[in-house]
């Protein structure tokens, strides 16, 4: 510990997190991957498919057949591996750990003021890990020793031995800062998307009743009729795998709302009597901010088939 109650080391999250936050991320991550990879596969091929069979007869035919091969061999992929599955579990899963370990660190919520000893804290701790396991018993998400890889780690017993003062300056940095950063670049990425999308689901059609006219006086050589509307299916369809908009809004109210608290965390009075008290709720309505962006992937991951 240096002068002045900071520390010589700054703490950062990857080094206070326990394992299992890093296992659930990854098979998030992966999940994710093989979700997007499947499905723009399939959109590609349906759309090649469409595309070849518009242009005429002969071996065009045989791509077409193909391509609409590959697609329902994708389409099974994606049935039998369920990835989305994965992707949802882990992200929820990893989201809830972090949460629980980040208010036991800081002494939020029910961790400060009751119970302030570490063995209580640690048994309050290790009751809220399983009830938040049992959720994921069933998941591949996670592996068959989870509770022992989410454990209490050094870094976050570390941390919550530190004053008040110490505890803040590394939660408003780690968590509450770099999460708000987080959402505020990804609601943007998520808005220049959803306006491509937007745009390109008015210009397709507006291709195809461009083509249409011509078409329909025997003047268009070709039949594109049928690749256009497939690939207006298909950015319909991606845009609705990547709910661009509804994430958008998600990631801004997230961050609308830990703005918020970090300028009360900011302005929060250490010297007053009650300031762990007014800390720990403030640090549990930050929690609450991003627990309620991330409860959307438990929400769907419930209502996910085969669920």
Known sequence: MAAGGRPTDPVRE????PELFRVA???SLLGQRRSITLARWQLLLLTAAAAAGSAGGGPLCWLAAAAYLAAAGTALRLTRQQPQGLWYEGRAAAESVKTLAWKFAVRADAYQPPPATLPDAEGLYRLQLRGLLHGFRHSPALP???EQ????????????DEPLAVRREVYLRERVRAQHDWYRAKGAYCDRAGRLTELL??????LGLALAVPGALGVLPLDLLGAVSAVALSVAAWAQLRQYRPLAAAYRLAADELEQVRDQLSRLDLTAGDAEELWARLA????DAVSREHTTWQARR????GH
């Open 14 to 17: 990857d080094e206070l997190l």
């Open 201 to 206: 689901g008015i210009a397709l059609p507006l």
């Open 149 to 160: 890889r989410a454990s209490v780690t050094a870094a976050m017993r570390a941390l919550r």
């Open 144 to 146: 068959a020793d989870a």
């Open 302 to 305: 419930e209502v996910r088939p």
């Open 284 to 287: 549990r309505d930050a929690e």
């Open 25 to 27: 991320d990854s098979a």
